[in-house]
């Protein structure tokens, strides 16, 4: 089943402007992550947020979780264009194995341009 | 600070033909990861490996796939017969792998392959 499902698929904003990326997942999960990945390189973890949180800060990010509607949202504030790149949320589901035996489901990223 | 590397960044295969990635993850973590990316879509999970033997796999992982850990420090995805839909960036993770959930993945830079 597909989890993690960002939107919007792309974003383009002017330097200074906040972005607000949305995820969408489908099963419980132990936490949600954001990772952002730069053309062509690896992807670089931003923030995990567990099950039982509501809304997390780091810097410029702040993500926030709604597990009754199975959703997350990453903002950027005041964004610079050292922040073009793709942005993926990532799930890890509540299951029995668990501990990380499971990995991260991915979903498609947001690709976010940020226009000087 | 510590971090995972791959090698090759890239490598040109003809069908048919095997290939081996290799990956050194981050010397005491203890769960290790393969995923791929074609380009421009979503990151897919392959397989999930601890305590030398697999943990997870998803479909993609069929038959032509396999992984292993030959030296204690290298992890290893091996493609036995190259297909061109193969021709993905692979990135390798890896996770200290505390408590219930799946905590942060430290990725490669990824192996780009391209299969003609």
């Known amino acids: 089943s597909q989890q993690g499902e960002e939107d919007p698929q792309a974003l383009s904003i002017q330097e200074g402007e906040n972005a607000t990326m949305n995820c969408s997942y489908k099963t419980s999960i132990n936490n949600l992550q954001w990772y952002r990945q730069n053309s062509g390189r690896g992807l670089v973890h931003l923030i995990l947020i567990r099950s039982n949180e509501r809304e997390k800060h780091s810097g410029r990010l702040r993500v926030t979780l709604d597990t009754s509607k199975k959703s997350s949202s990453l903002l950027i504030t005041a964004s610079r264009a050292a922040d073009t790149a793709s942005y993926f949320c990532a799930t890890d589901a509540a299951l029995l194995s668990g501990g990380g035996a499971d990995g991260l489901t991915f979903g498609k990223g947001t690709h976010l341009i940020i226009q000087p | 600070e510590p971090e995972v590397t791959q090698t090759p960044s890239h490598q040109v295969t003809q069908m048919g033909q095997e290939v081996i990635l290799r990956c050194v993850p981050i010397s005491n973590h203890l769960y290790f990861y393969w995923y791929r990316q074609i380009l421009g879509q979503k990151v897919e999970f392959l397989v999930s490996?601890?305590?030398?033997?697999?943990?997870?796999k998803s479909e993609i992982f069929d038959d032509q796939f396999s992984v292993e850990r030959p030296d204690g420090s290298n992890f290893t995805l091996k493609i036995r017969s190259t297909k061109l839909e193969d021709s993905a960036m692979y990135f390798c993770?890896?996770?200290?792998?505390?408590?219930?959930?799946?905590?942060?993945?430290?990725f490669g830079e990824g192996s780009r392959l391209t299969v003609l």
């Open positions: 490996f601890y305590n030398n033997e697999i943990s997870e």
């Open positions: 993770a890896s996770t200290r792998g505390r408590g219930k959930d799946t905590g942060e993945l430290f």
